[in-house]
């Protein structure tokens, strides 16, 4: 089992920035394959960024230079750093995480993942 905890939401300006945090615990070698999902209202839940070990990162084309995943395995903790944030990446923002091999090229964005956090508010104002 893996539990995820996510953190460091809250509401910035447009133009900003905000990294939100995911701590891992629990059997962290459960967690090879995680990703961060957002939820805006009436959208569906769409993949924003995976990091699928040895480096490798996916990003979908509406993030992709404004924003950043990492992982720290000492602290077991994932990040999303958010930069130049827009009105549109108003949402609810999850981490996911699965021990099985969640693909290749974009298709970790889209993975079924085993395990979700409970989810924090990112606002973009204006």
């Known amino acids: 089992q893996v539990q995820l905890a996510e953190s460091g939401g809250g509401s910035v300006q447009a133009g900003g920035s905000l990294r939100v945090s995911c701590a891992i615990s629990g059997n962290t070698y459960g967690a090879g394959c995680m990703g961060w999902f957002r939820q805006a209202p009436d959208k569906e839940r769409e993949g924003v960024a995976a990091w699928i070990g040895g480096g490798r990162t996916t990003y979908a084309d509406s993030v992709k230079g404004r924003f950043t995943i990492s992982r720290d395995s000492a602290k077991n903790t994932l990040y999303l750093q958010m930069n130049s944030l827009k009105p549109d990446d108003t949402a609810m923002y999850y981490c996911?995480?699965?021990?099985?091999?969640?693909?290749?090229?974009?298709?970790?964005?889209?993975?079924?993942?085993?395990?979700w956090g409970q989810g924090t508010q990112v606002t973009v104002s204006s």
């Open positions: 996911a995480a699965d021990w099985r091999w969640c693909g290749s090229g974009t298709a970790p964005l889209r993975w079924k993942y085993a395990y």
